[in-house]
């Protein structure tokens, strides 16, 4: 979560020679972003109580347009940490480049003039919006279709290998199981017949949400993808994903043509379990707000956002936010969201993700390094590092019942 504001600094803020502004304005400016962070949160003003770093990194003149950030970092009991910028954003120009003392400029990149770490508090007594986030939904992609044992040899293949990752990543946290299938040979496939045998396996060990892929592997033909909605009966799937839209994958074409994404979305409906909505890009958004205008996805909408993808939108925070920005100005009827960053961005993305509220995909399908060069040992860890990223941030996790109630199943 986050705040802004923008002001023009004065000539009385002008201190010292050369109209140079006082660091202390600034903080006086941090201290009403972080105001207005609080009364966003609590519905109470609070109190700042301390300052844990404060950076003064470019000077501030009069006449310099300042904007300044404060973003929710932490949240305790009764403490709200947060993490301040200011930029600046247009500047007078100077005397040789003047055509007259009025002359300015809107600068073409913001310049960061001053960074700070601070906290403030809130009694909880005066907390009137608690639980301004829901629990954190967390899904665990555990096999994919395109990583192979030559990248990881921890990649599950076996039924029992799938099983017993499964019920890990329940342990860890997560609520929702991404499944997608292999041979025995690690192969992709989406035959009914190895679903079954996975969601057997899993259902064994936990009682965590079972959600099927159908975009399955690239080249498959709808109809093999389609498989794993035909299970019934103790292996039928409570969820499956729906992708809106062509697109380039890597160095392939991953095919969803219009006609092909009504028939699957037909076919979802059509034995009754929940749908997620996949989606690489801003445009995708449309696809998915076209299906809802055609009667094709009804109740809350589940968006996946998986991000970083070569071919698909970037994973960098900016581009996330505007993401995010985007889905809630086009799509307003009830939804949830839930971001997956590819690669090295998989927990730069959960981060956001966390703190905006939304919920989270990790795992070996995305992504199969803990950190730079040491391999996840299974997608347990990654789910572990999410767990912990969201209880550091101060947000409850979803319980595999509380996530189930939230979809209806
Ligand atoms: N394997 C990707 C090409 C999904 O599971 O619905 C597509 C995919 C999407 O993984
Ligand atoms: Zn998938």
Redesign the pocket.
Known sequence: MKASLRTRMSSQDAHYGGSLVDGACILALFGDVATELLIRIDGDEGLFRAYETVDFIVPVYAGDYIEVTAELIAIGKSSRKMAFTAYKVIAPLTASEALAPSSAQVLSEPIVVARAIGTCVVPVDLQRLSNQFPPLVITA?IT???ITREHTPYLPITPKEVGQEAKNCADAGASII?L?ARNTDGT?TQSKERFAEYITAIRDQTDIIIQV??????GMSIEERCQPLELTGNTKPDMA???VATMN?GN?I?ANKVADVIDIAKQINKIGIAT?V?MYDSGHINAAQKLIQENLLSGLLHCQF?VGVAGGIDADHDTVDGLLNRLNTKILSPKTCSLAGIGRHQMSVASIAIKRGCNVRVGL?DNIYLKKGVLAKGSAELVQCVHKQASDFGRKISSIQETKEHFSI
Do not use: K, Q, Y
């Open positions: 992609a994919g279709a395109e991404h997608h992709p892929s159908t975009g399955g592997a690239i994903t729906l992708n994958f392939d991953f997620e996949e998986v399908e």
